[in-house]
C-alpha cells in the first residue's frame, strides 16, 4: 500500500525548461513536505506545506487539501537542479509519522 | 546556519553485532526522527522522538532497534543484533517550526 505516490518516477528536461512534479497521497496529513536529495544521499527540506502555495527563488509548491494532491514546479530549470525531488507527509492520526513518495529523480541537461 | 550532524558516516560491521548511530540534532529543536532507505528505495520512517520519549514508531522499529537522547545534545540508535537487512543508509532529522533539517546520513553495512 502506497500512502504517496509521486509522478513522474523519470524526468530528463533541457536547461531553461518549466517543470513540474506531482505528488497524490491517500492518508489525512497536517502537514506536506517536499525535500530534495543529493546523488551522493544528502536529503535537504525545500518546503512545507499545509494550504496553499509556497515560492522559494525559482521553486513553487502547491497543495490542494481537499483533493489530496501537490505539485512542485522549478521554473528556468538549471543541470544543478538535477536531483530526486521527494514528497513526504506527515499523517494527521499518527502526529508524527511521515509517509514517503518513491521521489522524482530529475536530470537537466544544459 | 544550523545543521544536524551524524557520526559515523560510514559504519561496517558483522552480523550480529550491535551498533549505535549518532546524531547531534540542532540545538532548539523539540521533535527527533531516525530515516533509513535501502539502497534504491524510498526513505522510511523509523521512529520519532519527543520530551525524552518515542511519540511514534513504526513497523520496521521493532525490538531490535532503540532510540535514547543520553544527554541534552546526542540522540542516539542502536541496533542490537544487526541482519544483512539492515543495511541502509540511516538519517537522523529534527524539526523546528517549520521545515525538517536532515543529517548527511550514516551508511550501515552489514557483512
Known amino acids: 500500500k502506497n500512502e504517496v505516490e509521486q509522478s513522474p518516477q523519470n524526468l530528463t528536461a533541457q536547461e531553461g525548461e518549466f517543470i513540474t512534479i506531482n505528488c497524490s497521497y491517500s492518508?489525512?496529513?497536517?502537514?506536506l513536505h517536499w525535500l530534495q536529495q543529493h546523488p551522493g544521499g544528502g536529503i535537504v527540506s525545500l518546503f512545507m506545506?499545509?494550504?496553499g502555495k509556497k515560492k522559494h527563488g525559482r521553486l513553487i509548491a502547491t497543495i490542494n487539501i481537499q483533493e489530496k494532491h501537490s505539485s512542485l514546479h522549478i521554473t528556468a530549470s538549471h543541470p544543478r537542479d538535477s536531483a530526486v525531488y521527494i514528497c513526504?507527509?506527515?499523517?494527521?492520526?499518527?502526529?508524527?509519522?511521515?509517509?514517503f513518495g518513491t521521489g522524482t529523480s530529475l536530470t537537466v541537461i544544459p | 546556519e544550523p545543521e544536524v550532524t551524524q557520526t559515523p558516516s560510514h559504519q561496517v560491521t558483522q552480523m550480529g553485532q550491535e551498533v549505535i548511530l549518532r546524531c547531534v540534532p540542532i540545538?532548539?529543536?523539540?521533535?527527533f526522527y531516525w530515516y533509513r532507505q535501502i539502497l534504491g528505495q524510498k526513505v522510511e520512517f523509523l521512529v520519532s522522538?519527543?520530551?525524552?520519549?518515542?511519540?511514534?514508531k513504526s513497523e520496521i522499529f521493532d525490538d531490535q532497534f532503540s532510540v535514547e537522547r543520553p544527554d541534552g545534545s546526542n540522540f542516539t540508535l542502536k541496533i542490537r543484533s544487526t541482519k544483512l537487512e539492515d543495511s541502509a543508509m540511516y538519517f537522523c532529522a529534527s524539526t523546528g517550526a517549520y521545515e525538517q533539517y536532515f543529517g548527511p546520513g550514516t551508511r550501515l553495512t552489514v557483512t
Open positions: 522522538f519527543y520530551n525524552n520519549e518515542i511519540s511514534e
Open positions: 540545538s532548539n529543536h523539540l521533535y
Open positions: 492518508v489525512g496529513i497536517s502537514a
Open positions: 506545506l499545509s494550504s
Open positions: 513526504a507527509v506527515r499523517a494527521e492520526d499518527t502526529g508524527n509519522q511521515f509517509y
